[in-house]
């Protein structure tokens, strides 16, 4: 091959991320039929086997069953995968009669799934029937993750986005190998998770956003689980993060005695940070936190809770660190394990913390240090990966504090060896987060998050000897049709050689 532009580029070449191996077998080819069925050689595939049945029935038309018997044509998902996947791998195999995904954990099969799925017709992904052929270009593949953490974060409370909405944003992600969605769940502007020992965080705190509407912007307890079953059926596993001791307006105006001076704030619909801090010298403060961690925990399966820390200005150092040493015990008790905005991890020693990187710079002593110790530090350099960062001066939603960034901005980097003393062995994974000061509509969040998005998820996914922004920028570039027939309202960079 000559170039990429060379000659028709088959899906193989067009994976976002790019698979760490992938053999093209030009001699083979596999459709997918009526009599397909999606076979079962092990349980831990179900939930895969469930979600791609729910993708491919709608488009094709097929009944594509799933059966437990590994026999006939269609899509064979087994176990037994080479040790080379690890937790997360999965090879694929394509064979004229079936696609067989092994992998040793579902987390695989989910994996292998996204693949596949890029492997079909962009047409594949429509929800309505579709005319065939459905066909797979013969392959072998294998692969597996960079980073155990790929994350992808949706902030609710600055504008309240409604569970259809987040299911919606959940489907885009898991499309790309996105395995943890961080749920940014309070702020000044709104508190939008029903706790029930606190019942006016919701009434007062969750009745505005940033603009003033009003309503019942908040999940219940409920919504909130159905949400957090809706994206493990996806492989995702959900973050929930309450904001504190700053960012916590909404809380103090839901209750006086959470102020220091025993009076509750106005409700805030501004865009302003770092005016709000929680009573740290309250025990009542201690008790709220308590509440919020033992009822949020007893809901939340996954293994992390974040308790955000950052742009605490209205709360002193000492404060600070006084409330730190009070509040990471709590989360401990609940079972849980801390992530946090990365200021909190100068307050603690405890290595098993996640501190979350969101500066601009490319070294933080408290960071380093962390990482010497020995913590995992999970990525999210504002100026690199800031979903909610203008692409340019022209953009018309988002912000600009860390700077304009384009497509190219956002893939040149390298999180395993950006910020100083934090090698790729310290780094957990990548998380774009997307803030919503500017963002109040499924449209707005698709515009800012694709195509860097996906950009986030190469970045967390594949080998880093395969960065390379020139043959990146066309991989990239060929999801456009599968966005295309999704309604994905994307940025049409011009960086970028859309596929038409
Ligand atoms: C900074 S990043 C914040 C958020 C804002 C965001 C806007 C971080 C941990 N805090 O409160 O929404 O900037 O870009």
Same mark, same amino acid.
């Given at each position: 091959?000559?170039?990429?532009?060379? !000659?028709?580029?088959?899906?193989?070449?067009?994976?976002?991320?790019? @698979?760490?191996?992938?053999?093209?077998?030009?001699?083979?080819?596999?459709?997918?039929?009526?009599?397909?069925?999606? !076979?079962?050689?092990?349980?831990?595939?179900?939930?895969?086997?469930?979600?791609?049945?729910?993708?491919?029935?709608?488009?094709?038309?097929?009944?594509?069953?799933?059966?437990?018997?590994?026999?006939?044509?269609?899509?064979?998902? %087994?176990?037994?995968?080479?040790? =080379?996947?690890?937790?997360?791998?999965?090879?694929?195999?394509?064979?004229?009669?079936?696609?067989?995904?092994?992998?040793?954990?579902?987390?695989?099969?989910?994996?292998?799934?996204?693949?596949?799925?890029?492997?079909?017709? @962009?047409?594949?992904?429509?929800?309505?029937? !579709? @005319?065939?052929?459905?066909?797979?270009?013969?392959?072998?593949?294998?692969?597996?993750?960079?980073?155990?953490?790929?994350?992808?974060? %949706?902030?609710?409370?600055?504008? &309240?986005?409604?569970?259809? !909405?987040?299911?919606?944003?959940?489907?885009?992600?898991?499309?790309?190998?996105?395995?943890?969605?961080?749920?940014?769940?309070?702020?000044?502007?709104?508190?939008?998770?029903?706790?029930?020992?606190?019942?006016?965080?919701?009434?007062?705190?969750?009745?505005?956003?940033?603009?003033?509407?009003?309503?019942?912007?908040?999940?219940?307890?409920?919504?909130?689980?159905?949400?957090?079953?809706?994206?493990?059926?996806?492989?995702?596993?959900?973050?929930?993060?309450?904001?504190?001791?700053?960012?916590?307006?909404?809380?103090?105006?839901?209750?006086?005695?959470?102020?220091?001076?025993?009076?509750?704030?106005?409700?805030?619909?501004?865009?302003?940070?770092?005016?709000?801090?929680?009573?740290?010298?309250?025990?009542?403060?201690?008790? &709220?936190?308590?509440?919020?961690?033992?009822?949020?925990?007893?809901?939340?399966?996954?293994?992390?809770?974040?308790?955000?820390?950052?742009?605490?200005?209205?709360?002193?150092?000492?404060?600070?660190?006084?409330?730190?040493?009070?509040? %990471?015990?709590?989360?401990?008790?609940?079972? =849980?394990?801390?992530?946090?905005?990365?200021? &909190?991890?100068?307050?603690?020693?405890?290595?098993?913390?996640? @501190?979350?990187?969101?500066?601009?710079?490319?070294?933080?002593?408290?960071?380093?240090?962390?990482?010497?110790?020995?913590?995992?530090?999970?990525?999210?350099?504002?100026?690199?990966?800031?979903?909610?960062?203008?692409?340019?001066?022209?953009?018309?939603?988002?912000?600009?504090?860390?700077?304009?960034?384009?497509?190219?901005?956002?893939?040149?980097?390298?999180?395993?060896?950006?910020?100083?003393?934090?090698?790729?062995? /310290?780094? #957990?994974?990548?998380?774009?987060?997307?803030?919503?000061?500017?963002? #109040?509509? /499924?449209?707005?969040?698709?515009?800012?998050?694709?195509? #860097?998005?996906?950009?986030?998820?190469?970045?967390?996914?594949?080998?880093?000897?395969?960065?390379?922004?020139?043959?990146?920028?066309?991989?990239?570039?060929?999801?456009?049709?599968?966005?295309?027939?999704?309604?994905?309202?994307?940025?049409?960079?011009?960086?970028?050689?859309? =596929?038409?």
């Amino acid at each position: 091959m000559t170039g990429p532009t060379a !000659q028709a580029a088959t899906p193989l070449q067009e994976l976002v991320p790019q @698979p760490v191996q992938v053999q093209p077998r030009a001699d083979i080819t596999f459709s997918l039929t009526a009599t397909a069925k999606i !076979q079962l050689g092990t349980g831990t595939a179900r939930k895969p086997a469930e979600l791609l049945a729910s993708i491919l029935r709608p488009s094709t038309g097929y009944a594509l069953p799933i059966t437990d018997e590994v026999t006939g044509d269609g899509i064979v998902l %087994l176990d037994n995968a080479d040790p =080379k996947t690890g937790e997360e791998g999965y090879q694929l195999d394509v064979t004229p009669k079936q696609v067989i995904i092994r992998a040793n954990s579902a987390a695989g099969h989910f994996n292998g799934i996204a693949t596949l799925r890029q492997l079909l017709p @962009p047409k594949a992904e429509a929800k309505t029937r !579709q @005319p065939g052929p459905w066909t797979v270009s013969g392959a072998s593949i294998l692969d597996h993750p960079r980073y155990q953490h790929r994350g992808a974060m %949706l902030d609710v409370a600055r504008h &309240f986005f409604t569970p259809d !909405q987040v299911k919606r944003y959940l489907d885009q992600i898991a499309a790309y190998k996105i395995n943890y969605f961080h749920l940014h769940l309070s702020d000044d502007q709104g508190w939008r998770l029903e706790i029930k020992s606190w019942p006016d965080l919701t009434r007062i705190g969750g009745s505005t956003e940033v603009g003033g509407r009003k309503g019942q912007l908040h999940y219940t307890q409920e919504q909130y689980e159905d949400l957090v079953a809706y994206a493990a059926n996806r492989g995702i596993t959900v973050i929930p993060e309450f904001d504190m001791p700053g960012h916590t307006n909404a809380a103090l105006a839901s209750y006086a005695e959470l102020n220091c001076d025993g009076r509750k704030r106005p409700l805030y619909t501004g865009t302003d940070v770092g005016f709000s801090s929680l009573c740290i010298s309250k025990d009542i403060t201690y008790k &709220f936190v308590d509440d919020v961690v033992r009822e949020v925990s007893a809901i939340t399966p996954g293994q992390y809770f974040h308790i955000g820390g950052d742009e605490a200005h209205s709360t002193s150092d000492a404060d600070f660190v006084k409330f730190m040493n009070r509040v %990471l015990p709590i989360v401990k008790k609940y079972g =849980k394990t801390t992530t946090g905005w990365h200021e &909190f991890i100068k307050t603690t020693k405890d290595t098993t913390l996640v @501190p979350q990187f969101w500066g601009t710079e490319t070294s933080d002593a408290n960071v380093a240090a962390a990482a010497q110790r020995g913590n995992e530090i999970l990525m999210s350099p504002a100026n690199r990966i800031y979903l909610d960062m203008k692409y340019n001066k022209n953009t018309k939603l988002g912000q600009d504090w860390a700077g304009l960034i384009e497509v190219k901005d956002s893939y040149n980097w390298n999180p395993g060896a950006y910020l100083d003393g934090v090698g790729e062995a /310290s780094v #957990r994974g990548v998380e774009a987060p997307l803030w919503t000061e500017t963002i #109040r509509t /499924s449209a707005d969040i698709e515009y800012m998050a694709f195509p #860097r998005l996906a950009v986030a998820a190469e970045l967390g996914w594949a080998a880093a000897a395969t960065h390379n922004w020139d043959r990146f920028a066309p991989r990239l570039g060929a999801q456009a049709p599968r966005w295309k027939v999704q309604g994905i309202n994307y940025y049409a960079s011009s960086q970028v050689p859309w =596929k038409k």
